[in-house]
């Protein structure tokens, strides 16, 4: 009897160690950095309800979009909810509505202090900008790469519902 619990307790253990030694630590909880060109954004982790992974569930964005035909630069920034799972450190996120379209490759790191990737933003226009508009405009921040710092596991705002926006004043520079 001692051994078989001897035994039962060593196949224990090793499981245990074999299981949990290849885990990455995720941490759920917000994310705050800057894009390339020096624009803030955020990203909230959290627990995908229907899965129970953790996920990527929003986002906030400032850009500085290029626009074609002459339309000055759109400064602007975005608050978007979703929810994407993170699947071997990484996820994809994909954010089409109506005037906006955002697509992020991130990775997080094996600790979960930092994420890394690249982020592309579309967004429509309205021209002219200084009377009733007569046509919309193409505007985009070019893709570019982006670093976010694990900030705390409590997010500063209530989480958006997946497929809601917020459409912010440009943040002072």
Not at 15 to 39: I, L, N, P, R
Not at 90 to 104: E, G, H, P, R, S
Not at 108 to 133: H, L, M, N, Q, Y
């Amino acid at each position: 009897m001692n051994n078989l619990r001897t035994a039962t307790l060593a196949c224990t253990m090793l499981c245990a160690m074999v299981f949990s030694s290849g885990a990455d630590a995720q941490k759920a909880g917000t994310y705050t950095g800057t894009s390339a060109d020096g624009q803030y954004l955020n990203f909230t982790v959290g627990t995908d309800t229907n899965t129970n992974n953790l996920a990527v569930l929003e986002a906030g964005v400032n850009f500085d979009a290029a626009c074609k035909g002459g339309y000055p630069d759109l400064i602007e920034s975005w608050g978007i909810g979703f929810t994407q799972d993170i699947a071997n450190r990484k996820a994809l996120v994909v954010f089409d509505a109506q005037d906006i379209y955002i697509t992020a490759n991130m990775t997080f790191s094996k600790d979960g202090s930092t994420v890394t990737g690249t982020i592309d933003t579309r967004v429509v226009g309205f021209a002219p900008s200084t009377a009733a508009p007569t046509k919309s405009e193409f505007c985009e921040s070019a893709r570019q790469a982006f670093t976010a710092t694990y900030q705390s596991a409590a997010a500063k705002t209530p989480p958006l519902a997946s497929g809601e926006t917020v459409h912010y004043p440009p943040a002072a520079k």
